[in-house]
């Protein structure tokens, strides 16, 4: 290739990288039209922006490894009442709890990650479910320590010392600063060498173990990685509501952020995000209907699926490959091909 079309390419890559950051930006921008909308909007645009913390880690996993895990809101609960704990019960600061919940979801994601990541197929699905509804348990019936099914509350707002962001305009900021480092930090790792090994490994993990790639290192990067992120996402919820309970492990939680990464575009960067803002706004925009709000929110799943099987982000990225492939064939894609999921027995990690 040219010096030309070399320098094109990684002109490409560049705006690849960055170009999810210009999402984050049109959210803040969002959010700023939407501070006329009272607090109520300005919580929806939180939640929504550590939505995309979390769908981000998912991706990360389900997106490029090809792995479907099922407890993630397992380490989003972690993070919420390792966070809760610590500030409220032993009158640590904000910022020290949200660095520990970040380290014990990262530790449980590398232990569970130890135990499931041996799993293939349905195993690894059900293992991973379980991991989740044991956390649900834990805190359900462990009323000394989570406060059982009555929740935990007074957990103090984002902020240090004298500086307390109470209202969710203020937070919102710091919200929004964290979601765009995790984004940039898995756009950087999909166009990295432990990305492209990710994506061998979910195509052919033998294979890809044969050329020399270290399939178990790079999974359990993954795992341990998303289960971070979604520790942050579960510790910043936890400082912005004020209250949480066992539902920060349930289910809903997960099946929301596969929506999210699924729909948005699985195994692209922006598409988590666009996911995230989509499906956090689009059940209070359907508030209107009453009874018929979820049976609206239904249909339109089923035709995202139908017509738009690649997600909202995904199927745009394949259609503007698709016109210019005749032009560029012998460039490289901004977006990598997501990974599928494996449903092929194969040998385990070790």
Same mark, same amino acid.
């Given at each position: 290739m040219s010096g030309g079309g070399m320098s094109?390419?990684?002109?490409?890559? @560049?705006?690849?990288?960055?170009? %999810?950051?210009? *999402? +984050?930006? +049109?959210? #803040?921008?969002?959010?700023?039209?939407?501070?006329?909308? &009272? %607090? #109520? +909007?300005?919580?929806? =645009? =939180?939640?929504?922006? !550590?939505?995309?913390?979390m769908a981000a880690g998912l991706n990360l996993l389900l997106g490029y490894s090809g792995l479907l895990s099922l407890g993630h809101q397992g380490f989003y609960g972690l993070g919420a009442y390792t966070t809760a704990l610590l500030t409220v019960n032993a009158g640590l600061p904000m910022p020290v709890g949200v660095a520990a919940a970040i380290v014990v979801a990262a530790l449980f994601g590398w232990l569970v990650g130890k135990i499931t990541l041996r799993l293939r197929t349905a195993f690894f699905v059900i293992a991973t479910f379980a991991f989740g509804q044991i956390g649900y348990q834990v805190a359900l019936n462990w009323v000394s320590l989570t406060g059982g099914p009555a929740g935990f509350g007074q957990i103090p707002p984002i902020g240090a010392g004298s500086v307390k962001l109470i209202s969710p305009e203020e937070a919102y900021p710091v919200v929004l600063v964290v979601a765009a480092i995790t984004v940039y930090v898995v756009a950087r790792i999909s166009h990295s060498g432990l990305g492209f090994g990710l994506r061998a490994m979910a195509e052919n993990e033998n294979l890809a173990r044969a050329v020399g !790639?270290? @399939?178990?290192?790079?999974?359990?990067?993954? *795992?341990? @990685?998303?289960?971070?992120?979604?520790g942050v996402a579960g510790s910043l919820y936890a400082h912005t509501v004020g209250f949480i309970? %066992?539902?920060?492990?349930?289910? %809903? $939680?997960? $099946?929301? @952020? +596969?929506?999210?990464? $699924?729909?948005? &575009?699985?195994?692209?960067i922006a598409g988590p995000v666009i996911g995230a803002v989509a499906f956090t706004a689009l059940p209070e925009v359907l508030r209107f209907g009453d009874q018929w709000r979820l049976v609206i929110y239904g249909v339109l799943l089923v035709l995202l699926v139908r017509f738009l099987p690649r997600g909202l982000w995904g199927s745009v990225v394949a259609a503007v490959r698709e016109r210019r492939r005749p032009a560029d064939a012998d460039d490289e894609p901004e977006e990598p091909e997501p990974a599928p999921v494996r449903h092929t027995e194969e040998e385990p990690v070790r």
């Open positions: 094109a390419v990684m002109s490409r890559k @560049t705006l690849s990288r960055l170009r %999810p950051l210009g *999402f +984050l930006v +049109l959210l #803040y921008a969002l959010w700023v039209a939407g501070t006329k909308g &009272g %607090p #109520y +909007l300005d919580q929806v =645009v =939180v939640l929504a922006t !550590i939505y995309v913390i !790639i270290d @399939t178990a290192r790079g999974a359990n990067l993954a *795992f341990v @990685t998303g289960a971070a992120l979604a309970s %066992p539902e920060v492990f349930g289910f %809903p $939680i997960m $099946i929301n @952020t +596969l929506l999210m990464v $699924i729909g948005g &575009g699985l195994g692209t």
